[in-house]
């Protein structure tokens, strides 16, 4: 990772306005403390690491990574996106260190690919997103940067299929459909999520690079490992799987079927039960603004922007992001719709 990632995080922050970040104090405290708690106790068994023999090391690394690759993170359960952002790189960059002593840990590769989508969605993405009305060039070069994470993470969560699957990653862009048919069902609670992430990554890669040819010959691949994992667990995470398939599209994906994508829609606002502001946002960008329905676009950012964002402590901080797009939106409607 760009070794001024901190830093130029930190400049961002400071430069975003305020009014679009939602912050409770208490929540930011909260994740402060957990995130200082968390530190200290790295930095101990660090310390341990390097006065340590081979055996002891190797163990000291993967019990730490046990402990970063467990449940939700604190990031995600904050809703604080300054205090996430300037965080990231850090935790990021501590998880790749660890990784160069374990690099078979399938925890810490999951948590790798999970951490580079976030980030790069989050602050580098909607950046270069909102910059593109302005300043083309810089647009460019962040898209640029946040195709560079999305694949990072991809290499990651491609890593830790291997490890169960070898192989599976060449055949991956040789066969994608053979491939994933490969992942066995009583496999399906480790290699969803690790399905999704891989999906995740490589698709929202695509989406950053829509006149690069060879990515956009890895569509058949995203499409494969979403089904796969859609026919292993379609209700995996609330929804999700079905929410990305909408998340694809408004991305703007080529060729999408607007009925398989409301089909989609539909199936994961039942499983979600209407608690992810995110979904809302997917659809009114993949369905509203290409049908040019203002009215139903509104209805949709409303939506989201009413979702209670502590109603679902592990998705605080998803339903943030989402609210910070829902408004970013709506601020741009008269450019949005003729």
Same mark, same amino acid.
């Given at each position: 990772m760009d070794p001024k990632l901190t830093t130029k995080a930190h400049d961002r922050a400071q430069s975003l306005p305020s009014k679009d970040f939602p912050t409770v104090k208490s929540n930011a405290a909260r994740g402060?403390?957990?995130?200082?708690? $968390?530190?200290?106790?790295?930095?101990?068994?660090?310390?341990?690491?390097?006065?340590?023999?081979?055996?002891?090391?190797?163990?000291?690394?993967? $019990?730490?990574?046990?402990? /970063?690759?467990?449940?939700?993170?604190?990031?995600?359960?904050?809703?604080?996106?300054?205090?996430?952002?300037?965080?990231?790189?850090?935790? /990021?960059?501590?998880?790749?260190?660890?990784?160069?002593?374990? !690099?078979?840990?399938?925890?810490?590769?999951?948590? #790798?690919?999970?951490?580079?989508?976030?980030?790069?969605?989050?602050?580098?993405?909607?950046?270069?997103?909102?910059?593109?009305?302005?300043?083309?060039?810089?647009?460019?070069?962040?898209?640029?940067?946040?195709?560079?994470?999305?694949?990072?993470?991809?290499?990651y969560a491609l890593r830790a299929l291997e490890l169960r699957y070898p192989g599976f990653a060449v055949r991956l862009s040789e066969d994608p459909q053979q491939v994933v048919h490969e992942v066995l069902s009583e496999d399906a609670a480790r290699v969803v999520p690790v399905l999704y992430w891989s999906a995740a990554a490589l698709g929202l890669a695509i989406s950053v690079s829509r006149h690069d040819a060879a990515l956009l010959?890895?569509? !058949?691949?995203?499409?494969?490992?979403?089904?796969? #994992?859609?026919?292993?667990?379609?209700?995996?995470?609330?929804? $999700?799987l079905h929410e990305f398939q909408v998340t694809l599209a408004a991305a703007g994906r080529i060729h999408a079927d607007k009925n398989v994508i409301r089909r989609h829609y539909q199936r994961a606002l039942q499983l979600s039960q209407g608690r992810r502001a995110s979904l809302y946002v997917a659809y009114a960008e993949a369905a509203s603004i290409p049908n040019q329905n203002r009215e139903e676009f509104l209805v949709l950012l409303d939506k989201a922007l009413r979702v209670d964002i502590d109603e679902q402590p592990q998705n605080r901080l998803i339903n943030a992001l989402a609210q910070r797009r829902a408004k970013w939106l709506k601020g741009r409607i008269d450019e949005l719709f003729l």
């Open positions: 402060q403390h957990c995130l200082h708690r $968390t530190y200290v106790f790295v930095a101990m068994m660090i310390a341990i690491v390097l006065a340590a023999g081979c055996s002891i090391k190797r163990f000291t690394v993967n $019990t730490v990574g046990d402990l /970063l690759a467990s449940g939700d993170s604190v990031y995600e359960r904050d809703d604080d996106l300054i205090l996430v952002g300037d965080a990231l790189p850090f935790s /990021l960059k501590l998880v790749e260190s660890l990784l160069s002593q374990s !690099p078979r840990h399938d925890g810490l590769l999951l948590t #790798a690919s999970r951490g580079f989508v976030l980030y790069s969605y989050a602050y580098v993405h909607f950046e270069a997103d909102q910059l593109a009305p302005d300043d083309l060039d810089a647009a460019l070069e962040l898209r640029r940067r946040a195709r560079r994470l999305y694949l990072r993470a991809l290499d010959a890895r569509l !058949p691949e995203v499409d494969a490992m979403l089904g796969r #994992a859609l026919e292993l667990d379609e209700g995996w995470d609330a929804g $999700t």
